[in-house]
């Protein structure tokens, strides 16, 4: 078979290129339905975009990269498809837009979009064998346990990244873009919770508080939550992405609390209330008693000096922890790094050095942070592809 374009992946990145391919073009997945990770998304209900896109909420070895892409498909041109579609959606916090009803939505309104460009999608295919020779490229792929010849112009590698294998994430463009010689950034696990040896936190299961969590790279004001295995909740996916194993974070449990002139005030008039049960008016009482363990949050509320209760204060601001690691790949996200930027346009996501391949979404060297931002680059970079394909027929 002949065709002018392959996609390998029929998720985000992989639906959005092909509904802008201009026709003639296979998806190919080896799983059972297309974009199951926009299914089970934001809890089964996408946060597809948010209102506030900016490179800064990209990560990449090159920060520039993302910008011609994002700039040319925006969170308002998908937030139009949408609507386009009917489909309800509401703003949840810092800009994040989810479905009202569910994900799939979504998925269904892709794969419409795809077989209105006149793509076809072919489900549990895998790739076999994959050859270039006279500016072509030769697949053979297995469907329906027969395998299948098929010759295209352009390949696109939308497999994404590694995170959740149990999903079906491969490393397949990784070793595609190593057959090719193009270079890859190091990949690691990103928004990810992070785990603490021999169950540190497991007194502390399923307390929540805002907090600030940064390091040296970062820094997030967002919703903090102790598990048995760890930290999580979404300052703790945020900061995950910036953070190495073996480095510290600075955890500050009172962000927008003045706590300690509240504390002082209350010592004028309450100086007989234990100090304990003061904080706990500011902080979980899980938390307060499990701190009593680190600080010294003892006496009455009279016997603190002012010096005392800065201290105190102070080390709530700058809890200093260190992970022990990472849930890994099991959890995350998203894969951090991927197919080097270096390698490929910006404005039309092909290789520089190997004409017709393309390489969009998750496998491209560009993560964005959690909140949308990571679909919005799926959609961007898609449609960059899928634009620069349409326009080389
Ligand atoms: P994506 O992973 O979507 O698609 C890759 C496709 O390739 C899959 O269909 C897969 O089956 C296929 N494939 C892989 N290997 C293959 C092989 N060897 N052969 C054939 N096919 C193969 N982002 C966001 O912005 N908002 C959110 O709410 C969420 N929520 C969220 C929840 C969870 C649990 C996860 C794991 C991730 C998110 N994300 C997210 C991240 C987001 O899902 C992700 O960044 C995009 O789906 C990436 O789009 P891609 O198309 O690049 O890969």
């Given at each position: 078979?002949?065709?002018?374009?392959?996609?390998?992946?029929?998720?985000?990145?992989?639906?959005?290129?092909?509904?802008?391919?201009?026709?003639?073009?296979?998806?190919?997945?080896?799983?059972?339905?297309?974009?199951?990770?926009?299914?089970?998304?934001?809890?089964?209900?996408?946060?597809?975009?948010?209102?506030?896109?900016?490179?800064?909420?990209?990560?990449?070895?090159?920060?520039?990269?993302?910008?011609?892409?994002?700039?040319?498909?925006?969170?308002?041109?998908?937030?139009?498809?949408?609507?386009?579609?009917?489909?309800?959606?509401?703003?949840?916090?810092?800009?994040?837009?989810?479905?009202?009803?569910?994900?799939?939505?979504?998925?269904?309104?892709?794969?419409?979009?795809?077989?209105?460009?006149?793509?076809?999608?072919?489900?549990?295919?895998?790739?076999?064998?994959?050859?270039?020779?006279?500016?072509?490229?030769?697949?053979?792929?297995?469907?329906?346990?027969?395998?299948?010849?098929?010759?295209?112009?352009?390949?696109?590698?939308?497999?994404?990244?590694?995170?959740?294998?149990?999903?079906?994430?491969?490393?397949?463009?990784?070793?595609?873009?190593?057959?090719?010689?193009?270079?890859?950034?190091?990949?690691?696990?990103?928004?990810?919770?992070?785990?603490?040896?021999?169950?540190?936190?497991?007194?502390?299961?399923?307390?929540?508080?805002?907090?600030?969590?940064?390091?040296?790279?970062?820094?997030?004001?967002?919703?903090?939550?102790?598990?048995?295995?760890?930290?999580?909740?979404?300052?703790?996916?945020?900061?995950?992405?910036?953070?190495?194993?073996g480095e510290e974070i600075s955890v500050n449990l009172i962000p927008e609390t003045d706590l300690f002139t509240l504390l002082r005030d209350q010592r004028q008039t309450q100086g007989r209330r234990a100090l304990t049960n003061?904080?706990?008016?500011?902080?979980?009482?899980?938390?307060?008693?499990?701190?009593?363990?680190?600080?010294?949050?003892?006496?009455?509320?009279?016997?603190?000096?002012?010096?005392?209760?800065?201290?105190?204060?102070?080390?709530?601001?700058?809890?200093?922890?260190?992970?022990?690691?990472?849930?890994?790949?099991?959890?995350?996200?998203?894969?951090?790094?991927?197919?080097?930027?270096?390698?490929?346009?910006?404005?039309?996501?092909?290789?520089?050095?190997?004409?017709?391949?393309?390489?969009?979404?998750?496998?491209?060297?560009?993560?964005?942070?959690?909140?949308?931002?990571n679909f919005q680059w799926a959609w961007a970079s898609g449609h960059a592809a899928g634009q620069a394909i349409a326009a080389r027929r």
């Amino acid at each position: 078979m002949l065709i002018n374009t392959v996609i390998l992946g029929a998720g985000a990145a992989g639906m959005m290129c092909a509904a802008h391919a201009g026709g003639d073009c296979l998806v190919v997945d080896h799983a059972k339905s297309p974009g199951e990770k926009i299914r089970i998304s934001g809890g089964g209900r996408s946060n597809f975009t948010n209102l506030d896109v900016t490179p800064q909420n990209y990560l990449s070895q090159n920060p520039h990269f993302c910008k011609s892409a994002l700039a040319r498909y925006t969170q308002w041109d998908f937030i139009s498809l949408v609507d386009s579609y009917g489909i309800a959606w509401h703003e949840k916090t810092l800009g994040q837009l989810f479905c009202d009803g569910s994900a799939k939505q979504i998925v269904a309104m892709l794969v419409d979009e795809l077989s209105k460009a006149g793509a076809q999608l072919w489900l549990q295919t895998s790739l076999k064998d994959l050859q270039y020779s006279d500016g072509q490229y030769h697949l053979t792929l297995l469907r329906e346990g027969k395998s299948r010849a098929v010759t295209c112009n352009n390949l696109v590698l939308a497999t994404g990244g590694k995170s959740i294998p149990k999903m079906g994430a491969t490393g397949l463009a990784y070793d595609i873009a190593r057959q090719f010689d193009l270079p890859l950034v190091e990949t690691r696990p990103g928004l990810v919770p992070f785990t603490f040896p021999e169950a540190h936190f497991a007194t502390l299961a399923g307390t929540a508080l805002p907090a600030r969590l940064s390091n040296t790279r970062a820094s997030f004001d967002e919703a903090l939550l102790f598990t048995h295995r760890g930290l999580s909740g979404p300052s703790v996916l945020q900061l995950s992405s910036y953070w190495r194993e073996g480095e510290e974070i600075s955890v500050n449990l009172i962000p927008e609390t003045d706590l300690f002139t509240l504390l002082r005030d209350q010592r004028q008039t309450q100086g007989r209330r234990a100090l304990t049960n003061e904080v706990a008016r500011h902080l979980p009482g899980r938390l307060v008693e499990f701190l009593a363990a680190e600080f010294d949050i003892s006496g009455r509320l009279a016997d603190q000096s002012d010096v005392a209760l800065q201290e105190l204060c102070d080390a709530f601001r700058n809890w200093q922890l260190t992970p022990g690691g990472s849930e890994g790949y099991r959890t995350a996200e998203v894969t951090l790094g991927g197919i080097d930027t270096d390698a490929l346009s910006s404005k039309t996501m092909q290789a520089q050095d190997q004409p017709g391949l393309f390489v969009i979404g998750e496998a491209v060297d560009v993560t964005g942070w959690l909140g949308g931002y990571n679909f919005q680059w799926a959609w961007a970079s898609g449609h960059a592809a899928g634009q620069a394909i349409a326009a080389r027929r």
